[in-house]
C-alpha cells in the first residue's frame, strides 16, 4: 500500500467521521495497514490530514476551475460554481474542519501552507469569475463575496436534517439543491431590492 491509497482512504474515512473522532487504528484497519506505515509516510495522523485535505483542495480547484472556464453568462458560471461548492460540502462534509483545524492548529509549516492554498485558490476562482465577464457589475470586494459563497454553501450542503425541517423529508434533494443555487445566483446578481 502506497502513499496515494492511504490518502483515498483517508478522505474516504473522513467523508463519514469527523476529523477530530478519526483515529490511527481506524485509519490503519480500514487501510489493512500497522500505524507504522502511516507514520512513514505522513510523520502520524496530523501529517495525513493535511495530506488529505491538500488532495481534496487540488480536486476542489480543478472542479471550480472547471466551472468559471465553461464560459457563457456570469448567471451560468455562477451557478455552476456554487453547486460545485454545495456538492463539495455535501460528498465531503468535514472539509472545512479539517481545514479550520488547521487553521488553529497552524504552527507547522504544512498547515500555513494549507490554509494559505485553501483562501488564495478559492479567492482567485471568485476573481475569476468577476474579471470573466463584460457584464457591468458595480465593485464589490471579492474578499468578502469568497466568504459570503462559502457560508452560503457551507451550511446548506451540511445540513440535511434541518432542510428536511424547513422544506419536508418528501423534497427531492437535487431538486432543492438547484432551486437553492437558482436563489443565491439570483440574490447575488440583484440583490433583495425590488426591480425599478
Known sequence: MGRETLIEVT???????????????????????????????????????????????????????????KGGSLKSRLAERLLGMVGQVQENPH???????A?????????ETLTSQA?????MLTLSLLHGTDE???????RFL????IGMTEFFGSSEVFLQ???????DPEALRQRYVD?????LLHGLARPA
Open 119 to 123: 483562501a488564495s485558490r478559492g479567492l
Open 103 to 111: 487553521v488553529y492548529s497552524g504552527s507547522t509549516k504544512e498547515s
Open 11 to 69: 478522505q474516504e474515512l473522513l467523508r463519514k467521521t469527523p476529523p477530530d473522532r478519526l483515529t490511527m487504528a481506524e485509519i490503519s484497519a480500514a487501510a489493512n495497514v500497522t500505524p507504522a506505515l502511516i507514520r512513514y509516510y505522513f510523520g502520524g495522523k496530523e501529517g495525513l490530514f493535511m495530506a488529505a485535505a491538500s488532495a481534496q483542495l487540488d480536486a476542489l480547484q480543478q472542479k471550480g476551475q472547471a466551472a468559471v472556464d
Open 136 to 142: 457591468p457589475l458595480r465593485k464589490v470586494d471579492p
Open 183 to 187: 436563489f443565491l445566483v439570483d440574490l
Open 165 to 171: 425541517q424547513l422544506f419536508g423529508k418528501d423534497e
Open 146 to 149: 469568497h466568504i459570503a459563497m
Open 95 to 101: 472539509f472545512h474542519k479539517l481545514i479550520m483545524d
